[in-house]
């Protein structure tokens, strides 16, 4: 086997679903910003908008995301701050 191919900075990184709020515990080499505490254990979390728990396919509901609602409310909550 060849040595020194496989990445440095594989590692347990917590991915949380901002739809349904589920998370899961999965080794990755992704770069995070942040750590999360999953089953009381600090890890480096990656906040993904979609996923098994809560895509249509997978859940049977239909579910849709209000991202542009939220960029709005955003835009106007630091044109208030700014203004």
């Known amino acids: 086997m060849k040595t020194d191919i496989h990445p440095?900075?594989?590692r347990q990184v917590l991915f949380e679903d901002?739809?349904?709020?589920a998370q899961f515990l999965i080794g990755?080499?992704?770069h995070t910003t942040e750590?999360?505490?999953f089953e009381g254990?600090?890890?480096p979390k990656l906040t993904v908008?979609?996923?098994s728990k809560s895509h249509p396919f997978y859940t049977g509901e239909d579910r849709s995301l209000d991202k542009t609602g939220r960029v709005e409310k955003f835009k106007q909550r630091a044109a208030k701050r700014q203004g």
Not at 18 to 21: E, L
């Open 41 to 43: 254990k600090e890890y």
């Open 35 to 37: 750590n999360g505490t």
């Open 28 to 30: 990755s080499t992704v």
């Open 8 to 10: 440095t900075n594989y």
């Open 49 to 51: 908008e979609i996923s």
């Open 18 to 21: 901002i739809a349904s709020g």
